[in-house]
């Protein structure tokens, strides 16, 4: 419901207006009706209705003087007056006076529902703009804190003007920071690594426990303390005393580092980056702070790290270590994960203790990598998921936060590698093996057959298939052929008609007969001949 006034010396008038509509089924609140400006303008300011229906002349105070006050005390109160047409001079004063509206006498109750009906739905339409804009300043006040940190990361990112910067800071009710000043990263090293059940496997409430930190850590200080939209803390540090000041920034940047470890059980790497002049200069000492993050990768977590520190020429170059290389895939070929793993070690160990720049040190694992993959692909070509994960490896090497992942990938990938090798050769010796036994099958009635044609047949040594050929049979080759030709021999022995002894002999590889009995003797336990007669009484049995 709307309130609504009405304003007219005639009582007659007021009354029959009063009683011709009625309000609420218009919307509206009839809240009294007065006899002049100055009664009812005492009325408005006391019930601030929506509407105010006046006439124009009227004593003591008239409608135009009402006007002109009700629009400075109560400006959202409407005003609609009501004119006779000799009163067109006052009208045109009303009108400069932005009264919602004019209306001429006389007006009938239908006129006046209609134009409250217009009215309502302005009044509808502007209090739904209200409403609009009060969600709209409370949703603000509720992302106030979110805007600030979106200010503060544009302004060390440099995306922001300094006389923009200089507006926002008054508007966020900041103090602008005064050189000389400092950005401090503070990364979280593993989230929720060991710490699950503590921090309810909820990786921001983890991360909120670090803004915390590192705030009241600051409080008192000339700080400013927001996260950025990669969830790291940083830390605006400024006005600190030029002499001693970056002792004073390392002591800070540590305690906070200590109150993480000690408070909420994990720890946090803090980039610290290099004291700038001016407010313009800091997106230089935020990328210097960021950049003494990355070297995490060679120093390991935990720890304020001073870009300062670590400056290095950076004119080194690195050279493939050939001797290395060779060495890593001789070790893949021979299966031994000890040695490989050593080397792995070794490589990772150099990199520690090397004075090469971080993007160096980037290139020479990749360098390192490709190696491997060439190591791999040559022993086992194009097989296997292990491919696509080396490729993956080398196009996002950025993901390994530390060496330590790089050592612990190569080694896993390094033993998956050399099983799979092993496999492979495996399966090869199956092949040769199998090989040599279908030449045997095929060439074992000539006595001519030697261990270096079957040598030959399958490309392998003498000492290598030996060794292979009892590993995969259980027998040597002469061990292997003496029972195929005795097996045969056997069979032969059974055949009716009867096959002469020295013609089975001959048939299975030997030319001497009485060799080839001797030899059936000691293998089967009884000569030729006997076997024979023992299997003829088995059959007529």
């Known amino acids: 419901m709307y309130k609504i006034m009405l304003v007219d010396d005639e009582s007659e008038v007021r009354e029959a207006i009063r009683e011709s509509i009625d309000w609420p089924r218009h919307g509206y609140e009839f809240v009294g009706g007065y006899a002049n400006g100055a009664e009812a303008l005492e009325a408005i300011l006391d019930h601030r209705p929506d509407l105010v229906l006046s006439d124009i002349c009227m004593p003591h105070m008239d409608g135009i003087e009402m006007t002109k ?57 502007e209090a739904e703009e209200r409403d609009n804009m009060a969600r709209l ?115 800070l940047a540590e305690s906070i580092r200590r109150s993480m470890e000690k408070y909420m059980k994990f720890t946090v790497t803090i980039g610290v980056g290099a004291p700038c002049s001016s407010l313009s200069d800091i997106p230089w000492s935020y990328e210097a702070s960021l950049s003494a993050l990355d070297y995490r990768f060679l120093l390991g977590n935990n720890r304020v790290i001073r870009l300062q520190d670590l400056e290095r020429p950076s004119s080194y170059s690195c050279p493939p270590d050939y001797e290395w290389n060779r060495k890593f895939a001789s070790a893949l070929k021979t299966g031994t994960h000890r040695e490989t793993h050593q080397l792995i070690e070794q490589f990772i160990g150099q990199l520690k203790s090397s004075p090469l720049p971080l993007e160096v040190c980037y290139v020479r694992i990749q360098s390192m990598m490709i190696d491997v993959v060439s190591s791999i692909h040559e022993l086992l070509g194009e097989s296997g998921n292990w491919l696509r994960q080396l490729g993956s490896a080398l196009q996002h090497i950025d993901k390994f936060h530390r060496l330590e992942d790089v050592e612990a990938w190569l080694k896993n990938i390094s033993c998956e590698a050399i099983e799979l090798i092993a496999d492979r050769r495996s399966d090869l010796s199956q092949l040769q093996v199998r090989s040599a036994i279908e030449y045997i099958e095929q060439h074992y009635r000539e006595e001519s057959l030697s261990l270096m044609d079957i040598c030959n047949h399958v490309h392998m040594s003498k000492s290598y298939f030996s060794t292979l050929f009892k590993q995969h049979t259980g027998q040597t080759m002469m061990e292997y052929v003496t029972r195929i030709r005795l097996e045969t021999a056997k069979t032969l022995l059974q055949a009716n008609p009867p096959i002469k002894t020295y013609d089975i002999a001959a048939g299975v590889g030997y030319s001497d007969p009485q060799y080839f009995s001797v030899l059936f003797k000691k293998h089967v336990g009884v000569t030729p001949t006997e076997y024979r007669d023992a299997m003829a009484k088995e059959s007529t049995a």
């Open 137 to 251: 300043r409370e949703q603000l006040q509720e992302s106030l804190p979110l805007l600030k940190e979106r200010f503060l990361e544009c302004l060390v990112q440099g995306a922001i003007g300094e006389e923009e910067a200089e507006r926002r800071f008054a508007y966020f009710g900041l103090v602008k920071p005064v050189p000389p000043l400092v950005a401090l990263a503070v990364d979280i090293d593993q989230l929720n690594d060991g710490s699950r059940e503590r921090w309810e496997n909820n990786p921001e409430l983890q991360r909120y426990a670090a803004y915390k930190i590192a705030s009241e850590t600051t409080e008192g200080r000339d700080a400013l303390v927001f996260r950025t939209k990669e969830e790291r803390v940083v830390v605006l540090l400024y006005g600190f005393p030029e002499e001693g000041g970056e002792a004073e920034i390392s002591q």
């Open 69 to 125: 006050q009700v629009a400075q005390a109560a400006p959202d109160t409407k005003v609609v007056i009501l004119t006779g047409h000799d009163e067109f001079d006052y009208a045109q004063q009303a009108l400069r006076l932005k009264v919602h509206d004019f209306v001429i006498k006389p007006i009938t109750p239908r006129e006046l529902r209609a134009l409250l009906d217009k009215i309502k739905i302005e009044l509808d339409r």
